[in-house]
């Protein structure tokens, strides 16, 4: 568990073992599960509703959702949901937020080829909007006043090992650089492909 400075603004429940603050966040949780053993592997995922929300299960991993969380996801168009995530460590956001960016900017090489088609033009576009929400559910992680995410924030073999790799990826200016980047991707692509009025 990671040793937080400030333990007033964080869960109470074990990291790695609480709810989800979104389906989306849940579906995620899962393909990072079973990491390069099934790619996709979440599609396979079953969801069951229960009486104070969902819980989706594959294979052995399960996460629960409660109702009012995705109401609030929703409400407040957040991708991942409000608050911190109990699932899903810095590492694994910043490593996530550079794998939807990569899908997006290889898409788009594609696409401007042939920039017909609704579907591809909507996954890029959502590549990109994920990406810039990862880096921005990462910069959660930092505490007031840090200008980095400490090292006992990691708390998943795949987030630990990207941050003893490569530790100023999770300074803040480096992570406030990589959202500006794919903020402005999202901005440049839906301009140079929108529609004329």
């Known amino acids: ?18 709810p989800a603050r979104s389906l989306v966040e849940a579906y995620v949780h899962l393909d990072l599960a079973v990491l390069g053993e099934q790619p996709g592997a979440a599609e396979r995922a079953v969801r069951t509703e229960e009486e104070n929300g969902w819980r989706v299960r594959l294979d052995d991993t399960e996460v629960f959702v409660p109702y009012e969380a995705e109401l609030e996801a929703r409400r407040e168009e957040l991708t991942f949901g409000s608050g911190l995530s109990q699932l899903i460590d810095p590492g694994q956001w910043v490593l996530l937020g550079a794998t939807y960016a990569r899908r997006a900017i290889d898409a788009a090489l594609f696409f401007a080829a042939d920039p017909t088609s609704d579907d591809e033009y909507t996954a890029i576009v959502t590549d990109w909007r994920f ?10 992680f930092l505490p007031d006043g840090a200008d980095r995410v400490p090292a ?3 708390w998943t073999d795949l987030g630990r090992a990207a941050f003893e790799r490569e530790p100023e990826r999770f300074t803040q200016a480096r992570m406030e650089d990589d959202l500006a980047f794919y903020r402005k991707s999202l901005d440049d692509f839906v301009r140079l492909h929108a529609e004329p009025e």
Do not use: I, N
């Open 1 to 18: 568990m990671p040793d937080f400075l400030d333990g007033s603004s964080w869960p109470e429940a074990p990291y790695g073992e609480g």
């Open 131 to 140: 990406a810039a929400d990862a880096v921005a559910e990462a910069l959660k």
């Open 152 to 154: 006992g924030f990691f």
